[in-house]
C-alpha cells in the first residue's frame, strides 16, 4: 500500500500545476505518489476548492478505550505478551 498523501503535498500538488504548470507525470515524481493520485487531488481541488473531501467517512470505530483501559490492557500484554486478541478482548469486556 502506498503511504498517505499528506494535506501539505496535496496543497502542493496544486500549486505545481496551477501555477507551474507541470504535468501529472513530473507533480507524482515530485511528491513521490502514484500518477493515479495527482488528477483525483486535482479534480478534487477543481470541483470543491479544498484538497481534502469534507464529505468522505471516516474508517472504523471511534477510540473508545480510556486511560485506565489502556493501563490495563498493557498490564495483560506485559504478563502475557502472546495474548491473542480475542483473549485481550474477552478479558477488557469483563471490566
Excluded at 511528491?31 to 479544498?50: D, I, Y
Excluded at 472504523?60 to 485506565?68: E, T
Aim: proline residues 4%.
Amino acid at each position: 500500500m502506498a503511504p498517505h498523501t499528506t494535506t501539505e503535498m496535496q496543497e502542493q500538488m496544486v500549486v505545481w500545476c496551477t501555477e507551474l504548470g507541470k504535468s501529472t507525470v513530473e507533480i507524482a515524481e515530485l511528491a513521490g505518489c502514484s500518477k493515479h493520485t495527482v488528477p483525483e487531488v486535482l479534480q478534487l481541488h477543481r470541483e470543491t476548492g479544498n484538497v481534502q473531501n469534507t464529505f468522505a467517512q471516516l474508517h472504523g470505530s471511534p477510540q473508545n478505550l480510556g486511560q485506565d483501559n489502556m493501563t490495563y490492557i498493557s498490564s495483560l500484554l506485559d504478563a502475557n505478551p502472546t495474548m491473542y486478541l480475542d483473549k485481550l478482548q474477552t478479558k477488557l469486556a469483563k471490566t
